[in-house]
């Protein structure tokens, strides 16, 4: 579990895709902060641009105090893609005791020119990633924004109301959001007002090792959340805050700033 929340500290799981050509026209930039048990422990950045043809994301990290002197814990994530299963991820993980770097294509919900260094310890119980696992599915980070149809409230219990099968590189899991509450946010910048709570449940599908802590308390968690804000003058909504029980307290990412402005159009990107 340690390792897992130093990764969730220091890479904003942001969105990815835009098509080329696509003409951004709304930002968010949001910067958060990561908690264990009240206490900080990394500070990440994370910048989107998205419009009704797509959306691009990058993010980056640290780990902060006690634990970057632990860990080093550092990293950065990106995508891009559209809203027609193609996208592009990478992301790179940086402690003082490896480096991680994944990157993958999802052509038609099809994942494509997977890379992943260092490759994938062995472990004869590790449930192994078929290529059937592969079709179906998006990046993380696509996975992170929340599109909600229609021309209606964007921040109502329907927003909640999704499921995403996910593969990262190396593990093949299924998220499935539902309805808890809503509540209401004030950010030190940017946005104030209010976001609709969902229950996140984790269903490990390949690539994980079952015995492992870490993987049978998410798979066991009934108390995860994420708060869903809106992106102002869009259908999007996106994380807001994500929080985790662990073994040694709750784990937190928050937004200390979530603040959209409009952007002048893109000009269209030439094609071969």
């Not at 592969?134 to 109502?156: C, N």
């Not at 209010?194 to 968690?221: D, E, M, N, Q």
């Not at 869903?228 to 909504?237: E, Q, V």
């Amino acid at each position: 579990m340690h390792r897992q929340l130093i990764a969730a500290a220091v890479v904003l799981a942001g969105a990815g895709a835009w098509a080329p050509g696509a003409h951004a026209q709304t930002r968010l930039d949001a910067e958060y902060t990561a908690y264990l048990s009240g206490l900080p422990i990394g500070k990440g950045s994370w910048v989107i641009d998205v419009d009704d043809s797509g959306y691009s994301a990058t993010a980056s990290g640290a780990a902060t105090g006690l634990i970057k002197i632990i860990s080093g814990g550092q990293g950065s994530s990106s995508g891009q893609g559209n809203f027609n299963g193609t996208s592009t991820y990478s992301t790179t993980v940086k402690t003082s005791h490896k480096t991680d770097e994944i990157a993958l294509a999802v052509v038609n919900g099809v994942a494509k020119d997977i890379r992943v260094n260092p490759p994938t310890d062995p472990d004869p119980e590790r449930v192994p990633v078929s290529e059937a696992m592969k079709q179906g599915i998006v990046d993380p980070m696509t996975a992170s924004l929340v599109r909600v149809a229609g021309t209606g409230e964007l921040v109502t219990s329907e927003a909640c109301a999704r499921s995403a099968s996910i593969f990262d590189g190396r593990l093949r899991y299924d998220l499935k959001l539902a309805f808890k509450r809503m509540d209401k946010v004030k950010s030190d910048r940017g946005y104030v007002g209010p976001v609709v709570v969902c229950a996140v449940y984790f269903t490990p599908v390949a690539g994980h090792v079952p015995s492992r802590a870490a993987i049978k308390h998410l798979a066991a968690s009934q108390d995860m959340e994420v708060w869903l804000a809106p992106i102002s003058g869009t259908r999007f909504l996106a994380p807001y805050r994500f929080q985790v029980p662990t073994p040694i307290g709750l784990g937190k990412l928050e937004a200390d700033q979530f603040v959209v402005t409009a952007q002048p159009p893109r000009k269209a990107a030439k094609t071969q």
